[in-house]
């Protein structure tokens, strides 16, 4: 079973940068076969994809996203992070990563990141 464990949420100011982590497992799973991406939801509101990347490195954002989110891979370490930059309040969500496409049964807790002055 695929275990997917999110970390690096935190309380981070208005035009400030936040670094997300997320590290994928399981048996027989092997990470470089699999394209990833970063999704999130914010509360009362439906979980989005923010941005993706392929097996082939290939990128791309929701229609919204901008480059403010920056994507990177690390097949050796079965991980994928997350760089938020010049963060904005309606940047405030629990942020998740999944597989590109998303497995539906592997999501994980998600990590908050709050935005606050």
């Known amino acids: 079973q695929v275990r997917i464990v999110e970390s690096g949420g935190d309380l981070v100011q208005p035009g400030g940068s936040v670094r997300l982590s997320c590290t994928i497992s399981?048996?027989?799973?092997?990470?470089?076969?699999?394209?990833m991406g970063w999704y999130r939801q914010a509360p009362g509101k439906r979980r989005e994809m923010i941005v993706r990347?392929?097996?082939?490195?290939?990128?791309e954002y929701a229609d919204w996203a901008e480059a403010r989110f920056i994507i990177s891979k690390d097949d050796a370490k079965n991980m994928v992070t997350l760089q938020m930059i010049n963060v904005r309040p309606d940047d405030a969500a629990v942020y998740y990563c999944n597989t590109n496409p998303p497995c539906p049964d592997c999501w994980g807790q998600g990590t908050q990141v709050t935005v606050s002055p």
């Open positions: 399981g048996r027989g799973f092997d990470f470089s076969n699999f394209g």
């Open positions: 990347m392929s097996t082939r490195g290939k990128v």
